[in-house]
């Protein structure tokens, strides 16, 4: 499974890069918004830091026309960014275009399997189902994956299941259990995978054993 920090912060894609495990970086204009430096500057230096990582960068046209144009733009500036596309009629039908094209898409904003099915249809390169989104309104975010899946499965669908929006360990285990591609996460959330608390009391007994190791 690939995991990717869900992130414009340069400091954070630094430091989990730097644990050797993180496939890419989902980017979104809430994320931009809050970085506090120009888009296209910022996007740049994202690219440089990880010039071999996924890296989605997000449309904000709404129209045919106006995604399309944005799409050209992103990639003429980063030829392997992969175009985060909402998941509306306007943005599968420029979907189905770029995806011609061989620009890779990330259709974002997912919450039904029959969106997901849409975009796969229109050639998406991944589909991103925004768990934590549909559990906070009391629905189930991770059998939207699960259907996803089902469906994919049935039709030899070849898009991706990018499982985003996922606010515990315990969705990333589930994503991974179901057969997602790709998790996308917080940093807080990404280094909390690497913790157990059995890790840390089985670790504080071996080095206190080895303290006490007899020496002659
Ligand atoms: C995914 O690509 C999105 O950027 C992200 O997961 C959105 O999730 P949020 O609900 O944490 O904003």
């Given at each position: 499974m690939?995991?990717?920090?869900?992130?414009?912060?340069?400091?954070e894609?630094?430091?989990?890069?730097?644990?050797?495990i993180?496939?890419?970086v989902?980017?979104?204009?809430?994320?931009?918004?809050?970085?506090?430096t120009?888009?296209?500057?910022?996007?740049?230096?994202?690219f440089?830091?990880?010039?071999?990582g996924?890296?989605?960068?997000?449309?904000?046209?709404?129209?045919?026309?106006?995604?399309?144009?944005?799409?050209?733009?992103?990639?003429?500036?980063?030829?392997?960014?992969l175009?985060?596309?909402?998941?509306?009629?306007?943005?599968?039908?420029?979907?189905?275009?770029?995806s011609?094209?061989?620009i890779?898409?990330?259709?974002?904003?997912?919450?039904?399997?029959?969106?997901?099915?849409?975009?796969?249809?229109?050639?998406?390169?991944?589909i991103?189902?925004?768990?934590?989104?549909?559990?906070?309104?009391?629905?189930d975010?991770?059998q939207?994956?699960?259907?996803i899946?089902?469906?994919?499965?049935?039709?030899?669908?070849e898009?991706?299941?990018?499982?985003?929006?996922?606010?515990?360990p315990?969705?990333?285990?589930q994503?991974?259990?179901?057969?997602?591609?790709?998790?996308?996460?917080?940093?807080?959330?990404?280094e909390?995978?690497?913790?157990?608390?059995?890790?840390?009391?089985?670790?504080?007994?071996?080095?206190?054993?080895?303290e006490?190791?007899?020496?002659?």
């Open positions: 690939k995991l990717f920090l869900d992130t414009a912060n340069i400091e894609i630094r430091e989990a890069k730097s644990w050797g993180i496939d890419g989902t980017t979104n204009p809430s994320h931009v918004a809050k970085e506090g120009k888009f296209e500057d910022l996007i740049d230096e994202i440089e830091l990880f010039p071999d996924e890296i989605s960068v997000e449309v904000t046209a709404t129209d045919f026309d106006g995604i399309v144009k944005e799409a050209h733009t992103i990639v003429e500036a980063h030829e392997n960014a175009v985060k596309v909402p998941l509306i009629k306007e943005g599968i039908k420029a979907i189905k275009v770029l011609e094209e061989g890779k898409i990330n259709t974002t904003l997912c919450f039904s399997a029959v969106q997901a099915m849409l975009a796969a249809k229109a050639g998406a390169t991944y991103s189902p925004f768990v934590g989104r549909l559990d906070a309104i009391g629905t975010g991770i939207l994956v699960r259907d899946r089902q469906i994919y499965d049935n039709y030899g669908m898009t991706g299941i990018l499982a985003a929006a996922l606010r515990t315990k969705h990333v285990l994503s991974a259990v179901i057969g997602a591609e790709v998790a996308t996460m917080n940093f807080e959330i990404m909390k995978l690497f913790h157990h608390p059995m890790t840390d009391s089985g670790l504080e007994q071996f080095l206190d054993d080895w006490n190791r007899p020496v002659k």
